[in-house]
């Protein structure tokens, strides 16, 4: 193959190459124009692309041509589909047929065969989008099918084209075929971003658009037109903010767009009024390739419904800080963190030690910290205070009613509520005058029940209480399977002791007979009651009959000491007579009285033998209810 061979060769490819780069750059100037016959429109320049090439062919032998119409037929076939390889097929078959010679019939053949490959590539993977895996696989197909063509075509064998020009034949429809593919790729990605950009600039909801540097209207989208009542966003094209707003605003608008030009300084998040609508406007700079700037592009958003909102939220909160200032009680607002987040000067005052801590944007933890700094509750815990913290505050979103009191004695009600997105209001209420009402009552119910519950004269426990402790011991001694046991007191000589010396003598004689039966126990479970008259009773729970009897002996001894006079008494002085009885928890499942009846009994025994004495009968022997006088 000679050097002028070549010169034709590169001469075809530059053709090529050409036509391809011109219809990329038309395509993509004319990309709206071109929507719906863009694959057709390409057939027809991807064959005249191909006749081209046949014109500048090699002639190798009389209706034998080398050129390089293969690679714009193959591409026709990637990138249109088979609509623009059938488009572009038929001029170069018409006009190899119109050229005629001997193998005029082969190089149709060829054409229809390479313009399959290109089909076949387009439809061969699973996305119909080309790209560089797809030309790789039309280059080899390519390779492949030229290869067949040129050593099974007769007229190219029998002519020894394909020994002289089959290698370079391949190769440079091959090297056209990726030139020019890759050319059609980068077209078909930046009409893919141009497409992108220029849907999100006119579909923007935000005003968008461009001027010059004498602050006219290049480019707006649909919004933008929409705003000044233009039915498209070309009628736009030229006009400044002259021709669209009032004077004094047009001015000041030009004089702020002539210093973002002149310093090359945006300007960012600046608030404009058109009329009744609120605008929030970002305006910058543009630059050529060399720097220079050429104009500007900004981007308005029409905030007048957020401003409306934020007004109303604000007169809201002004009404609701009034209505929370204007309460009795005290209001707090914590966020989701545990964040203060609104408070009335009530919930502050409410705690006036820690009140420096109650303030907007406070943790919760911070404010318990300072309840723990100044000891503000009573109650507060000496060690691990962080402990106590941590789980004071785990209860902030709990929906809960609580009353704590302060160190100075004053008591605060806090009812806590959670809203549905988490925020917890806390009300805060000064119980102390109830507080202090109430455990007033309380004390006075307390010692209502005392009074009920005493005997006037002796203090001790009366009849009645004793009945109440009776039975609740009974039922005790019965689960714990316990004895149980009673003594029976009874004053000797008491009706002669009262005619004389007087029944003011006589109640204190009672009440010392009571002081010491009352020392005579050591448990504060033990019971002892005026049961009546001159007759005393002592419950002695859990304890049996031989504790009892030293309970009685100890009663007999410090009566003793007392040694109250007594003329009218064989001893001389005042002296008792006791019955004991016991019993175990298992016994007392019949008949509990019986108890209090054994011990009258032994009480009886013991006046009827002499006085002065202690007297026991077991629980199950049958009883006398008889006395002595």
């Given at each position: 193959?000679?050097?002028?061979?070549?010169?034709?060769?590169?001469?075809?490819?530059?053709?090529?190459?050409?036509?391809?780069?011109?219809?990329?750059?038309?395509?993509?100037?004319?990309?709206?124009?071109?929507?719906?016959?863009?694959?057709?429109?390409?057939?027809?320049?991807?064959?005249?692309?191909?006749?081209?090439?046949?014109?500048l062919?090699?002639?190798?032998?009389?209706?034998?041509?080398?050129?390089?119409?293969?690679?714009?037929?193959?591409l026709?076939?990637?990138?249109g589909?088979?609509?623009?390889?059938?488009?572009?097929?038929?001029?170069?078959?018409?006009?190899?047929?119109?050229?005629?010679?001997?193998?005029?019939?082969?190089?149709?053949?060829?054409?229809?065969?390479?313009?399959?490959?290109g089909?076949?590539?387009?439809?061969?993977?699973?996305?119909?989008t080309?790209?560089?895996?797809?030309?790789?696989?039309?280059?080899?197909?390519?390779?492949?099918?030229?290869?067949?063509?040129?050593?099974?075509?007769?007229?190219?064998?029998?002519?020894?084209?394909?020994?002289a020009?089959?290698?370079p034949?391949?190769?440079m429809?091959?090297?056209?075929?990726?030139?020019?593919?890759?050319?059609?790729?980068?077209?078909?990605r930046l009409?893919?971003?141009?497409?992108v950009?220029?849907?999100?600039?006119?579909?923007?909801?935000?005003?968008?658009?461009?001027?010059?540097?004498?602050?006219?209207?290049?480019?707006?989208?649909n919004?933008?037109?929409?705003?000044?009542?233009?039915?498209?966003?070309?009628d736009?094209?030229?006009?400044?903010?002259?021709?669209?707003r009032?004077?004094?605003?047009?001015?000041?608008?030009?004089?702020?767009?002539?210093?973002?030009?002149?310093t090359?300084?945006?300007?960012?998040?600046?608030?404009?009024?058109?009329?009744?609508?609120?605008?929030?406007?970002?305006?910058?700079?543009?630059?050529?390739?060399?720097?220079?700037?050429?104009?500007?592009?900004?981007?308005?958003r029409?905030?007048t419904?957020?401003?409306?909102?934020?007004?109303?939220?604000?007169?809201?909160?002004?009404?609701?800080?009034?209505?929370?200032?204007?309460?009795?009680?005290g209001?707090?607002?914590?966020?989701?963190?545990?964040?203060?987040?609104?408070?009335?000067?009530?919930?502050?005052?409410?705690?006036?030690?820690?009140?420096?801590?109650?303030?907007?944007?406070?943790?919760?933890?911070?404010?318990l910290?300072?309840?723990?700094?100044?000891?503000?509750?009573?109650?507060?815990?000496?060690e691990?205070?962080?402990?106590?913290?941590?789980a004071?505050?785990?209860?902030?979103?709990?929906?809960?009613?609580e009353?704590?009191?302060?160190?100075?004695?004053?008591?605060?009600?806090l009812?806590?509520?959670?809203?549905?997105?988490?925020?917890?209001?806390v009300?805060?209420?000064?119980?102390?005058?109830?507080?202090?009402?109430?455990?007033?009552l309380?004390?006075?119910?307390?010692?209502?029940?005392a009074l009920?519950?005493?005997?006037?004269?002796?203090s001790?426990?009366?009849?009645?209480?004793?009945?109440?402790a009776?039975?609740?011991?009974v039922?005790t001694?019965r689960?714990?399977?316990?004895?149980?046991?009673?003594?029976?007191?009874?004053?000797?000589?008491f009706?002669?002791?009262?005619?004389?010396?007087?029944?003011?003598?006589?109640?204190?004689?009672?009440?010392?007979?009571?002081n010491c039966?009352?020392?005579?126990?050591?448990?504060?479970t033990?019971?002892?009651?005026?049961?009546?008259?001159?007759?005393?009773?002592?419950?002695?729970?859990?304890?049996?009959?031989?504790?009892?009897?030293?309970?009685?002996?100890?009663?007999?001894r410090l009566?003793?000491?007392?040694?109250?006079p007594?003329s009218?008494s064989?001893?001389g002085?005042v002296?008792?007579?006791?019955?004991?009885?016991?019993?175990?928890?298992?016994?007392?499942?019949?008949?509990?009285?019986?108890?209090?009846?054994?011990?009258?009994?032994?009480?009886?025994?013991?006046?009827?033998?002499?006085?002065?004495?202690?007297?026991?009968?077991?629980?199950a022997?049958?009883?006398?209810?008889?006395?002595?006088?």
């Amino acid at each position: 193959m000679t050097s002028g061979s070549w010169e034709q060769f590169t001469g075809n490819l530059a053709f090529v190459t050409l036509a391809v780069a011109m219809w990329a750059h038309l395509s993509i100037w004319y990309q709206k124009r071109l929507v719906g016959i863009g694959k057709p429109v390409w057939g027809i320049v991807a064959g005249m692309t191909s006749v081209g090439s046949m014109i500048l062919a090699i002639q190798f032998d009389s209706g034998i041509y080398i050129d390089l119409r293969f690679a714009p037929l193959a591409l026709a076939g990637l990138f249109g589909g088979a609509i623009s390889a059938a488009i572009a097929a038929v001029p170069a078959i018409v006009f190899r047929g119109i050229v005629g010679g001997a193998g005029a019939f082969d190089g149709v053949l060829a054409i229809l065969i390479i313009t399959a490959i290109g089909v076949a590539t387009h439809f061969s993977f699973r996305r119909r989008t080309p790209d560089i895996h797809k030309l790789a696989a039309l280059t080899a197909g390519l390779v492949l099918g030229l290869s067949i063509i040129l050593v099974t075509l007769p007229s190219l064998t029998k002519s020894g084209a394909a020994s002289a020009f089959g290698i370079p034949l391949v190769l440079m429809n091959c090297l056209t075929t990726i030139v020019c593919g890759l050319i059609m790729l980068k077209t078909a990605r930046l009409k893919l971003e141009r497409r992108v950009l220029e849907t999100a600039f006119s579909q923007s909801p935000d005003y968008l658009y461009v001027k010059d540097r004498d602050s006219r209207f290049v480019a707006v989208n649909n919004n933008m037109a929409s705003l000044f009542h233009f039915s498209s966003p070309a009628d736009m094209f030229g006009l400044s903010d002259f021709n669209l707003r009032t004077p004094r605003d047009a001015e000041d608008l030009y004089h702020l767009e002539q210093e973002i030009i002149r310093t090359g300084e945006p300007l960012v998040d600046f608030l404009e009024r058109m009329g009744d609508r609120h605008l929030l406007s970002s305006k910058g700079p543009l630059r050529d390739s060399q720097g220079q700037i050429i104009g500007l592009a900004g981007v308005t958003r029409d905030i007048t419904e957020r401003v409306s909102l934020e007004r109303e939220l604000r007169e809201k909160r002004n009404l609701l800080t009034l209505a929370m200032n204007g309460m009795s009680e005290g209001f707090a607002m914590f966020d989701k963190k545990g964040y203060l987040i609104f408070c009335n000067e009530q919930y502050r005052d409410a705690f006036p030690l820690s009140r420096d801590a109650r303030i907007v944007g406070t943790h919760i933890t911070k404010i318990l910290q300072r309840v723990i700094e100044t000891g503000e509750r009573a109650g507060l815990p000496q060690e691990t205070p962080e402990d106590w913290i941590k789980a004071a505050a785990a209860t902030l979103h709990i929906n809960k009613d609580e009353e704590i009191q302060l160190k100075n004695g004053d008591w605060r009600a806090l009812k806590t509520r959670l809203a549905e997105d988490g925020t917890a209001m806390v009300v805060v209420s000064d119980i102390s005058a109830t507080k202090q009402a109430e455990i007033a009552l309380k004390l006075s119910a307390e010692q209502l029940r005392a009074l009920a519950d005493t005997d006037g004269l002796t203090s001790l426990v009366n009849r009645r209480a004793f009945d109440t402790a009776f039975a609740r011991e009974v039922i005790t001694c019965r689960h714990n399977h316990t004895p149980l046991s009673v003594l029976m007191i009874d004053i000797d000589r008491f009706k002669m002791y009262n005619d004389t010396y007087g029944h003011l003598a006589g109640d204190e004689c009672l009440r010392t007979v009571g002081n010491c039966l009352g020392r005579s126990v050591k448990r504060s479970t033990d019971i002892v009651a005026r049961y009546g008259g001159e007759e005393f009773v002592v419950l002695l729970p859990n304890t049996d009959e031989t504790g009892a009897m030293v309970v009685a002996e100890e009663f007999r001894r410090l009566l003793s000491h007392k040694n109250l006079p007594h003329s009218t008494s064989e001893f001389g002085r005042v002296t008792a007579s006791i019955g004991v009885s016991s019993a175990r928890g298992d016994t007392l499942h019949s008949d509990a009285q019986r108890l209090l009846a054994a011990a009258d009994s032994a009480l009886y025994r013991a006046k009827e033998q002499g006085r002065n004495q202690i007297k026991s009968q077991p629980f199950a022997e049958p009883v006398t209810t008889a006395k002595a006088g």
